[in-house]
C-alpha cells in the first residue's frame, strides 16, 4: 500500500472518530437536558426577592466536607461559607454542547455558570444593558469566565469600572441534587433570582484540588483565591421570581 493510500485511509479514521465524538456528545446533552427539563415546584413565596443587598456570606468555623457527584466522578466539597446571592441574572451558561469534547473536573462538578448583578444595577436594569454587555462563556483555554464591555465611549457611562466589579458575581453552580439542577436550568437572563447553599472548595476524591472559590466581592483577577475572583457555589434551593425549587 502506498503512502498516499496509507495517508488518505488515515485521514478517513481521524474523520470518521471525530463524527462519533461530536454524535455521543450531542446526544449526551440531550439526554442531560431532557433529564433535568422538569423540575418539581417545591413551592412559592409570597416574599419579593430583595435585590438591593450584596450576597450574604457567613464564613464556617468548623472545618466540613460533604460528597458530591458529578456527571461522571465522585468529588469533595469543603464547605466555606453558608452563602445566599440574590440579583439580576445578567448571564448563564451551561458549557453542555459537546461538553465531552476537553472536559475537565471542574466541567464535571459546575455544571452551569451564572452572572449575577445587585444594588443599582439590578434596580436599574434597562440602564444597565444600555450602557453594559454581558457574556458567560468557556475559553479554549478552558477557563470559564464571564467578561462585560461598555457600550459606549467610558467617559459616558454612568457606572465606572470598580462599580460594576463589586456589584457582580460569576457564580459556578454545583446542584445539590436532580431537582435543584433542572429549577437552575429554568433560570433565563433578566430574570430575578435568589440562590442559598455554600461557598465550597473543589477536591477530587484522591484530594486533588480542581478549584477554590472566592471569598470576597471585592477581588478581580487570577491572583484571586478563586483563580479569577470567582465563585463556586453548592446550591440547595433556587428562588426564581415567586417559585422555588430544592
Known amino acids: 500500500m502506498g503512502l498516499s493510500k496509507i495517508w488518505d485511509l488515515f485521514c478517513k479514521l481521524c474523520l470518521i472518530i471525530l463524527i462519533l465524538m461530536i454524535f455521543n456528545s450531542i446526544l449526551g446533552d440531550i439526554l442531560f437536558r431532557i433529564k433535568y427539563s422538569y423540575p418539581k415546584l417545591s413551592s412559592t413565596s409570597t416574599q419579593t426577592i430583595n435585590t438591593k443587598d450584596a450576597p450574604i456570606q457567613k464564613d464556617l468555623k468548623q472545618e466540613k466536607y460533604i460528597k458530591a457527584y458529578g456527571e461522571k466522578n465522585i468529588y469533595a466539597l469543603k464547605l466555606q461559607s453558608e452563602y445566599s446571592i440574590s440579583g439580576l441574572v445578567v448571564s448563564k451558561n451551561t458549557n453542555f454542547w459537546l461538553r465531552d469534547v476537553m472536559r475537565n473536573n471542574f466541567d464535571d ?138
Open 109 to 246: 462538578i459546575c455544571l452551569m455558570d451564572i452572572g449575577i448583578v445587585w444594588g443599582d444595577l439590578a434596580q436599574n436594569k434597562n440602564r444597565l444593558h444600555k450602557y453594559w454587555k454581558f457574556k458567560s462563556h468557556k475559553t479554549l483555554g478552558q477557563s470559564r469566565r464571564l467578561e462585560w464591555r461598555s457600550k459606549v465611549p467610558y467617559e459616558e457611562m454612568y457606572w465606572d469600572l470598580s462599580f460594576i466589579n463589586s456589584h457582580i458575581s460569576h457564580t459556578h453552580l454545583i446542584p445539590a441534587n436532580p431537582n435543584v439542577m433542572g429549577g437552575l436550568l429554568q433560570i433565563k437572563k433578566n430574570d430575578i433570582v435568589k440562590l442559598d447553599g455554600y461557598l465550597v472548595d473543589i477536591y477530587t476524591d484522591k484530594s486533588e484540588t480542581v478549584a477554590l472559590t472566592s471569598m470576597s466581592r471585592y477581588d478581580t483577577d487570577t491572583s484571586s483565591r478563586g483563580y479569577g475572583a470567582c465563585e463556586d457555589m453548592y446550591v440547595k434551593q433556587v428562588q426564581i421570581g415567586d417559585k422555588i425549587y430544592k
